[in-house]
């Protein structure tokens, strides 16, 4: 069942530059970035009143992400929802007739299990539904 939103992930070229921008600007302690190395990624969480800000560096050449931030630049790449039954949500959601990306749940780079839907699938807009 979706129990709420759990974070706004936002890619970006580069994950200290734009880190330094938002604690600046909005006057945020700066959180750890995680360097995933395997995955070629870095990541940190913004937490702001409940909500996360997941920034997202792909410092692959092909990666999700890195595809994402050269086509369109920096913002928005996904909303992330959580829910407590992962695998019954992805049937249900496919059910209506959502694309997924991922049928099954992988694990996310933050160590709970995720699974997004395809890009295209819900008007442009990409969801990813994700273990609290």
């Not at 939103?5 to 530059?17: L, M, N, P, Q, S």
Request: include cysteine; hydrophobic fraction near 40%; charge should be negative.
């Amino acid at each position: 069942m979706i129990k709420g939103v759990g974070h706004i992930g936002i890619a970006v070229k580069d994950i200290e530059e734009t880190l330094t921008s938002l604690s600046k600007a909005f006057d945020l302690p700066m959180p750890p970035i995680r360097d995933i190395s395997e995955r070629k990624l870095k990541v940190c969480v913004l937490e702001i009143g409940g909500m996360g800000l997941e920034i997202i560096q792909d410092y692959s050449e092909d990666g999700v992400f890195a595809k994402f931030v050269k086509e369109k630049g920096n913002g928005i790449h996904h909303i992330a929802l959580l829910t407590d039954r992962i695998e019954v949500d992805i049937e249900d959601v496919m059910g209506r007739g959502v694309e997924m990306a991922d049928t099954k749940p992988k694990m996310g780079a933050r160590g709970k299990r995720i699974a997004f839907t395809k890009p295209g699938s819900l008007s442009g807009i990409q969801f990813e539904l994700s273990e609290p």
